[in-house]
């Protein structure tokens, strides 16, 4: 805003045209980091955390069939709603994935650093939101043991 341009200039604690070039450097750091987050997140989930679902909830079914032939009659009700449940997570974390994957091939990073930083906040970080939530599921509703990745209260509560 123009009346916080000339407070700053008038205190001499940045001219108009540092201030601009400050903001401008902001937006520019903003995007950056996001842009890395994105590609992170995507890496993650490709490499270590599909995969360990998927493994998981592949033993669970192998488990319920066990079951099943050993005693036809068993209540196998928990493991086929946990995989049905997981294998739709995977499903849906899996469209997610893609969908920031097309927005960040989408993002041209436009001359306009405000622009390009309203693009990350509404398209790509919306996105991240929508596979951090599937993602946050799936760990809450898998074994401990196959999450490739620290739980937060493992994280809190195993200080050594």
Do not use: Q
Not at 68 to 73: F, G, Q, R, V, W
Not at 120 to 133: E, F, G, K, S
Request: net charge negative; glycine share 2%.
């Amino acid at each position: 805003h123009p009346k916080n341009i000339e407070l700053f200039a008038r205190h001499k604690v940045y001219t108009e045209t540092e201030l601009h070039a400050r903001y401008e450097v902001k937006l520019d750091k903003y995007c950056k980091v996001l842009h890395i987050e994105a590609l992170t997140m995507l890496d993650m989930l490709w490499k270590d955390i599909l995969p360990a679902v998927s493994a998981f909830s592949g033993k669970l079914a192998e488990s319920a069939n066990r079951k099943k032939m050993l005693c036809p009659e068993l209540d196998l009700s928990y493991e086929t709603e946990l995989a049905k449940a997981l294998s739709a997570l995977i499903g849906k974390a899996a469209k997610h994935a893609k969908d920031l994957e097309e927005s960040i091939a989408e993002d041209k990073l436009p001359a306009d650093s405000l622009k390009s930083a309203i693009y990350h906040r509404d398209v790509i970080l919306h996105t991240m939101n929508a596979l951090r939530a599937a993602v946050d599921e799936m760990e809450m509703r898998c074994d401990a043991k196959c999450w490739p990745y620290p739980s937060i209260g493992e994280i809190i509560f195993s200080v050594k």
